[in-house]
Structure formats: structure tokens, C-alpha cells
Nanobody
Framework: QVRLMESGGGSVQAGGSLKLSCQVS????????LSWYRQVRDREREFVSG???????SYADSVKGRFIISRDNVLKTFSLEMNNLRPEDTAMYYC???????????WGQGTQVTVSS
């Protein structure tokens, strides 16, 4: 079994920064595809950022230039640095790990980010 645990969420004013972290613990760690999603109540969960392969990053258009994804394979953590936050970034943020051999990805429980104007 594996567990993903997010941390670093909180409340911040517009223009501020937060850094989310996801700690992976348990039987396996698959660094080949790690990602962050977010969800606002009553809306679908949406992709925010992904880190694939050696070091290929991808970002939703809404966060490009403001968010940075990174990972530490030794510590089995991956992070999302969020800068110049906007009220529309307010959401529950989830980390996700996808292993090729696993039919379903693994998810964390989520961490709330609230940005006030």
C-alpha cells in the first residue's frame, strides 16, 4: 500500500505565495509521473501541473508562469510552488502519483488553499 500526504495549504492574500508538498510513503514510489490537481466544490477536479519522465513539466494555462512543480526522489516528495496567487486559485489541492503497472493512480487527501482579494 502507499500513502500520499499533502501539506502546505492555508490562507493567503492575493499576490502571495504558498508551497505545497506531497510526501509519498509505503510500498512504492513512482517518480515517472507526478501531478497536482485542484477542485472547487461542485466542480470537476482539474489538472494543475505535472512532472513526467526525467524532468518534463506541464502546467495548466491558468497557472503558467506562476506555479513551479518539482520533486525530490531521495525524500520521495514532490512540491508545487505557487506564486502571485489569485482568488481564482482557491481550491482543494490534491497530489497524484501514477504508476504504469497500476490501473488506478494514487491520490492524497487534499489540502485547502484559500486566496482572498
Amino acid at each position: 500500500q502507499v500513502r500520499l500526504m499533502e501539506s502546505g495549504g492555508g490562507s493567503v492574500q492575493a499576490g502571495g505565495s504558498l508551497k505545497l508538498s506531497c510526501q509519498v510513503s509505503g510500498d512504492y514510489y513512482c517518480p515517472a509521473y507526478l501531478s497536482w490537481y485542484r477542485q472547487v466544490r461542485d466542480r470537476e477536479r482539474e489538472f494543475v501541473s505535472g512532472l513526467r519522465g526525467a524532468n518534463t513539466t506541464s502546467y495548466a494555462d491558468s497557472v503558467k508562469g506562476r506555479f513551479i512543480i518539482s520533486r525530490d526522489n531521495v525524500l520521495k516528495t514532490f512540491s508545487l510552488e505557487m506564486n502571485n496567487l489569485r482568488p481564482e486559485d482557491t481550491a482543494m489541492y490534491y497530489c497524484r502519483m501514477r504508476c504504469r503497472w497500476n490501473a488506478q493512480p494514487d491520490w492524497g487527501q487534499g489540502t485547502q488553499v484559500t486566496v482572498s482579494s
